[in-house]
Nanobody, 114 residues
């Protein structure tokens, strides 16, 4: 199982960013996939998830500003983040559970700063 996150960068408060997570090694279209993030000095936290049926779930901290989506043909999950705040600064990881094991991508850094 491989998960590769990309799309992070430095943006100013209020700007937008779209993250991508490319998946391989498992039946992507049948799996729930998720985004987590870890800010400096803090524990990793849940951000958003999307099921095989495209049902979504969001943390309260991002609800209304973030949209998770998936493209099963491209085996890719996306995270569209709008109205970014400095507190969104973190390394963002994609995640899935497959055959009772949890897998993490390598993370992509998002920095929100003026």
């Amino acid at each position: 199982v491989q998960l590769q996150a990309s799309g992070g960068g430095l943006v100013q408060p209020g700007e937008s960013l779209r993250l991508s997570c490319a998946a391989a090694g498992f039946n992507f279209r049948l799996n729930t996939v998720a985004w987590y993030r870890q800010a400096p000095g803090k524990q990793r936290e849940f951000v958003a998830s999307i099921t095989s049926g495209h049902s979504t779930n969001y943390s309260d901290s991002v609800k209304g500003r973030v949209t998770v989506s998936r493209d099963n043909v491209r085996r890719t999950m996306y995270l569209q983040m709008n109205s970014l705040k400095p507190e969104d600064t973190a390394v963002y990881y994609c995640n899935t559970r497959y055959r009772d094991r949890e897998y993490w991508g390598q993370g992509t850094l998002v920095t929100v700063s003026s």
